[in-house]
């Protein structure tokens, strides 16, 4: 089931299962030490699908200036399935909904940037490394 959630709606233990889930992904399986919970939860729309074995596929749409989207998760066990896929046409529908001809912001991991370009996001830097990964800073605008 898909959840479109603002923070004060999201359920502790929910918010602590995003947290679970973004940490073994972003901070233990890719080997990066960071701040994972950076105070920008609060300002952001959740986007998430639950299964049988909780949460499946988690991102957040940052409501800063540039609106923009973060931490696109798919759970080990579901990768390659397409439901990555489905998560950002969930994000992006969400965007052109409410933030219409807005400039909408990714930081996207480089392996991915064909995947981003595919939702119609530009790549506007050069790869640069963000704790070691390569990356580039992508944009959308309706």
């Given at each position: 089931m898909?959840?479109?959630?603002?923070?004060e709606?999201?359920?502790?233990?929910?918010?602590?299962?995003?947290?679970?889930?973004?940490?073994?992904v972003?901070?233990?399986?890719?080997?990066?030490?960071?701040?994972?919970?950076?105070g920008k939860?609060?300002?952001?729309?959740?986007?998430?699908?639950?299964?049988?074995?909780?949460?499946?596929?988690?991102?957040?749409?940052?409501h800063?200036?540039?609106?923009?989207?973060?931490?696109?998760?798919?759970?080990?066990?579901?990768?390659?399935?397409?439901?990555?896929r489905?998560?950002?046409?969930k994000?992006?529908?969400?965007?052109?909904s409410?933030?219409?001809g807005?400039?909408?912001?990714?930081?996207?991991?480089?392996?991915?940037?064909?995947?981003?370009?595919?939702?119609?996001?530009?790549?506007?830097s050069?790869?640069?490394?963000e704790d070691?990964?390569?990356?580039?800073?992508?944009?959308?605008?309706?």
């Amino acid at each position: 089931m898909w959840h479109v959630e603002n923070f004060e709606s999201l359920d502790l233990h929910i918010l602590e299962e995003i947290y679970r889930l973004r940490v073994s992904v972003f901070i233990v399986e890719q080997e990066c030490a960071y701040q994972e919970i950076d105070g920008k939860d609060p300002v952001s729309t959740h986007i998430y699908k639950t299964d049988d074995s909780g949460i499946s596929a988690y991102l957040r749409i940052v409501h800063e200036s540039p609106v923009s989207i973060g931490r696109v998760i798919v759970r080990e066990d579901q990768r390659g399935t397409g439901l990555g896929r489905e998560l950002m046409k969930k994000a992006m529908d969400y965007v052109d909904s409410y933030h219409a001809g807005e400039l909408i912001y990714l930081h996207g991991q480089a392996h991915l940037e064909k995947y981003y370009q595919s939702f119609g996001f530009k790549t506007v830097s050069d790869m640069h490394l963000e704790d070691d990964i390569p990356h580039y800073h992508m944009e959308y605008r309706k």
